[in-house]
Each structure stands twice: as structure tokens, then as C-alpha cells.
């Protein structure tokens, strides 16, 4: 069992870290590296193509664009998550374990799938693709999410507190306000966080479903073809990568905090 | 009892109903409409909604499709056990040898997933090209003297780029399986005189086979359906059915024939996930 010595145990984990590491790398490199063609040898440090994004009409469209679909789809897939996972947390009912499987069903469809059968439903249907038929998607494969952050706010929740909190004459309402709801917030605004990323970054979905108006990695997806756009993609994906990676930070940081208050273990909980 | 049931029950079910209807609109129906859709035909702009099994019958004879339905099974299957396999040392390594960082860990392993998916298959692009930082550095070192070309445009970057791309979802099912091992058994194995690799064979592999077939269930299933991969590092050896889906809703306008391929694609890994599900079941679990 030598291969499974912590000596090559731990030489293994810094090989596979650089394998996952290496594109990402890449990209910061190349987006301040003054040469059009993405090859080394870099010739030489810039931040033109950061400022060229700021002139960018149609970027600012296409990010415009994604924000709507990306708020409105946290909003949405975390409200349906609450509610689903609300449920499967606290109650029991006929059909539930049904019902639940479908609701998940997303995280395993391949998104190809999700995409073509909403496509085929809304033209047959007659309606038009905008930017909410992409929410109407992204919505649908984010609301699982949603469900597996907030289950575990929802467990860990003690049934008891709404209990004492009815019996001390506070209404359903107010239960609700002044002690269901600040113990779930945080995996609320986790859920929020991690949802408006995933949609943010989206693209299967969005390439089938939307019309005229692009989200962003669609309008990547459509600078790839030039190769005189590359840098400043890159550029692009450097910012995206720093914000989606701040949001995960808040979402996880958020996350420990509701674990920790409920007493819950913080490193498996969520996972 | 039974009428707290009863209540408790109506209301679990209106609380779920908003999630259960939205998925029912949402997902149920399409399905059930591309599968409709699929014994159609179609015209240019005009549909026939006479039931016919032709777009079958094209999907799983005209060997175009059979070559593409080979090839992608191939590919996610080649994906997914290169995945799982590179994966599990990994989650082996969290879990059973890191002590205080494992949160740290976590998080680093899937900040690289949450760079843009389109971005992290052209980086790949970059690094396996003929003049690519690959070739490149192993030229610059001295290891070869022409650029290696059966690295790009091919089913070895496809594999590359996807095993990268599901890397996370591999490794947390398995480390949370390895995670939940009781590790007094290993000591009580111990104790008994099992050799470490006795050991790794009756206890963590069995416990960890949950994991195991969970991340290959989660690798595998979407693999199939990505064509942004094949079509930017693939080459024309590396394309899979997903793209001719693709083709066949877009530029061939035959979105008929586009269901059958779908629904086809979906059967067949539906029965393979099926089999690997039971089969995992079978074979892990308990320990023996």
C-alpha cells in the first residue's frame, strides 16, 4: 500500500491541484499580456484590454442582460427552494419522496436535454425567446441548489424554538419574522449567492432559449470566433472569475455562520 | 395520530406545490412534449403530427448517427473513469490525511470550476496546441524535439478537457462517503492483523462505493450531453451526439429528428446509469 503513503498521497494532491489550476492561471496572464495571439513567449504587461472593455457597447448590453436573468433567478430558485426544502425538512407527506426526485431531477438531466425539451415546448406553444425564457431555464436547474443549501439550514433548525415561540402568543407571521427567518438567513443569502453565480455562468440553456438579447457567455461564446477579440475576453474572464469567486466567499463564509449558529458541522453540511 | 398525519400531510404538500407545479410546467411537460415530438415530422416550417417511428428509425440505423451515439458513449464513459479514478486519491488524501484545512481544501478544489465553463475549454485549447504552452515548456526542457499533435483536436482533449471540468463533482461524493467511515473500524482491522491493503480492500473501498457510484453517475450523465467541448477542442474525431442534436435544432432545421436523438441518447445512458446504480449497490456498502 505505498501508493497510498501520505509522502505520495500529499505529491499526488500538488500535481492534480496544478492540473486544475493551469487554465485558470492562464487567463490573468494572458489578459495583461500586451500581444494579441494567447502564446507564450508574454511580451509584455498591459492593462489596455481591461480599459477596452469599458468602451464595449455590446458588452455592457450583454452584462446588462445577465444581471436581469441572473437577480431574477436567484430571487426565483431561492423562493422554490425554500418552499421545497421547507418541506422535505420539516414535513411528511404521501408522494414526497416522488416529488422531491423530480423537483432534483435537473442536477442529473444534461442541461442539452433541459434546453431542447424547453425550446420544443415554447415554440410549439407560439411564444417568442426573450431573456425570461432563459430565467425560465436557468431557474429550473438552480432551484436543486438552492434546495441542497437551504436543506441543511432548514435541519439543522430546531422545531421546538417555532414551538415555544406559538406558545408564547406570537402569531404565525411573526414566528416566522422574528425566529424562523433570521436562523435561515444566512443560508438564504447563501443560496442567493451560489444560484445568481451559477446562472451568471451559465450557457447551454441560455444558447438554446435566448432571442436577440444575449447573456454574456453567450456573447463570449460569439467573441471566441475572433481571434483579434481574444485578449480582451480574456480580460473579461479574469473579472468574472474575481467575482464569482468573491461571491463564493461571502456564500460559503455566510453559509459556515448559519452552520455554526445551528451547531451543525461546518465542513460537511451543504456538501 | 392519524388526523396529525393527515394535517401535517397537507400541509408538507401545499408547502411543496409552487416548487412541484413550476417543475411539473417547466420540465414534466417539455419532456413529455420533445418525447411527443420525436414521432413527428417536419417540413422546413410546417410539422406532421401523424405518429411515425421514422426519426427512430434514422437515429439508430443511418450510420452517421450510429458513429456519433458510439463515440459519445465512448467518450463519457473514458471521461467519467478517468474522472472518478484521478478523483479518488484526491478525496482519499482530504480526508483521511488532512487534519485542519480540509474547508480550505474544499474551496480550492472548486474555485477553478467556477471560472467561465466556455473560457476554461479554450484555455485548454491554448495549453494543448501545436505551438501551446504544453509543447512549448517540454520543448524548452529538452523532453521532445517536435510539438506532440495527437494531444489536440482529438478524443485525448475532449477527455482532458471534461475530467478537468467535472473534477469537483467527482470528489466531493467520494469524500463525503469517505468522510462518514467509521475509523474505529479500520483500527479494530488493524488490531485483528488485516494488512493495510486487506484493509483498503474490505473496508474504505466497500463504504466508499456510495460515493463512488454517485460521482460517476454525476460525471457521466451530463458528459453526454456537452457539445461546447467536442466542438472547441474535439476536432472532427472528437465530436459527440450532443452536437449533431445541436445542428439538427439549429442549421439542419429538423428539430424532429433532433428529439429522436435526444430522447435516444437519454435512454441509453438512463439504462447504463441504471445498471452501474445496481451494480455499485451490489457490490458496496457493508463491509465483509
Known sequence: MKWLSVRWLTVYAVVYMIFLYAPVILLPLFAFNTSTIIAFPLSGFTTEWFVGLWYTETLHTALGNSMIVGLTTAVLSTLLGAFAARASARFVFPGKTGIVGLIMLPLVLPEIIVAVALLVMLNQLGMPLSLWTVV??????????????????????????????????????????????????????????????????????????????????????????FPAKLPSVMALGTLLLAVSVLLLIAAEALRRRSAARQGVDTTLAGV | MAWRFDREAVQGLRLISPTFAYVLVMLAAPLLMVITFSFWTQDYLTIDMTPTLDNYREAWTKPIYQVLMWRSLKISLIVTAVTVILAFPIAYFLSFHVQ???????????????????????????????????????????????????????????????????????ILPIFVALEKIDRSLLEAATDLGDSP??????????????????????????????????????????????????????????????AALAVSAMVVIGLISAAIFFGGKKLGGRVR
Not at chain 1, 171 to 186: D, H, Y
Not at chain 1, 189 to 202: G, K, P, R, V
Not at chain 2, 139 to 164: D, K, Q, R, S
Open chain 2, 197 to 258: 491493503m486487506r484493509r483498503f480492500f474490505r473496508i474504505t473501498l466497500p463504504l466508499a462505493m456510495p460515493g463512488i457510484v454517485a460521482s460517476t453517475l454525476i460525471v457521466l450523465i451530463p458528459t453526454v450531453g456537452d457539445f461546447i467541448t467536442p466542438r472547441l477542442v474535439g476536432g472532427t474525431d472528437g465530436l459527440m451526439i450532443s452536437n449533431m442534436i445541436q445542428i439538427q435544432f439549429g442549421k439542419a432545421n429538423n428539430a424532429p429528428l433532433g
Open chain 2, 100 to 170: 485542519k484545512r480540509k474547508a480550505l481544501w474544499l474551496f480550492l478544489i472548486t474555485v477553478p470550476f467556477w471560472t467561465s465553463y466556455l473560457l476554461r475549454v479554450f484555455l485548454w485549447k491554448v495549453i494543448l496546441g501545436y505551438n501551446g504552452v504544453f509543447n512549448t515548456t517540454l520543448m524548452g526542457l529538452g523532453f521532445i524535439e517536435e510539438p506532440l499533435t495527437f494531444i489536440l483536436y482529438n478524443l485525448n482533449a475532449v477527455v482532458i478537457t471534461l475530467a478537468h471540468a467535472w473534477a469537483p463533482f467527482a
Open chain 1, 136 to 225: 425560465g431555464g436557468h431557474v429550473l436547474i438552480c432551484t436543486p441548489f438552492s434546495i441542497a443549501i437551504l436543506s441543511s439550514a432548514y435541519r439543522g433548525l430546531d422545531r421546538e424554538l417555532e414551538e415555544a415561540s406559538f406558545d408564547l402568543g406570537e402569531s404565525r407571521w411573526g414566528t416566522f419574522r422574528r425566529v424562523t427567518l433570521p436562523l435561515v438567513l444566512p443560508g438564504v443569502i447563501s443560496s442567493l449567492l451560489i444560484t445568481f453565480t451559477i446562472s451568471l455562468d451559465e450557457f447551454i440553456i441560455a444558447f438554446f432559449l435566448t432571442g436577440t438579447d444575449v447573456t454574456l457567455p453567450v456573447y463570449i461564446w460569439s467573441q471566441l470566433r
